[in-house]
């Protein structure tokens, strides 16, 4: 039962994400209501989990990637990124759109 319900949520995931950047493509410059209601339900909160689930992958890649200089660019990649598409851009936009400004993170 737990495995048809995962695969259920990815469906549904891939399914919401995909309509939110049809979506934004449409209209940059304002996102409708809807936009705004999917990133804030479904949005947010998958990016919270992937900023954690990075942050636990950086803590358990440390042990590689400080002998190789390379911790900075894992850390961009794996919790930045994903905190910077949560965090850092107004609801129900393209995180995209919005990359060249800079937010919170520099």
Do not use: C
Not at 45 to 61: C, D, E, K, N, R
């Amino acid at each position: 039962m737990s495995r048809l319900l995962m695969v259920g949520i990815l469906i549904l995931g891939l399914a919401l994400g995909s309509s939110i950047a049809t979506a934004q493509n449409y209209s940059q410059s304002k996102p409708s209501p809807e936009v705004m209601f999917l990133d804030g339900l479904v949005g947010r909160p998958i990016g919270i989990a992937a900023t954690a689930v990075g942050f636990a992958t950086l803590v358990a890649t440390l042990p590689f990637t400080l002998p190789s200089g390379s911790t900075g660019q894992a850390a961009r990649g794996l919790v930045r990124e994903p905190a910077a598409w949560t965090i850092g851009r107004p609801l129900g936009q393209n995180y995209m759109f919005h990359r060249h400004q800079r937010f919170w993170l520099p």
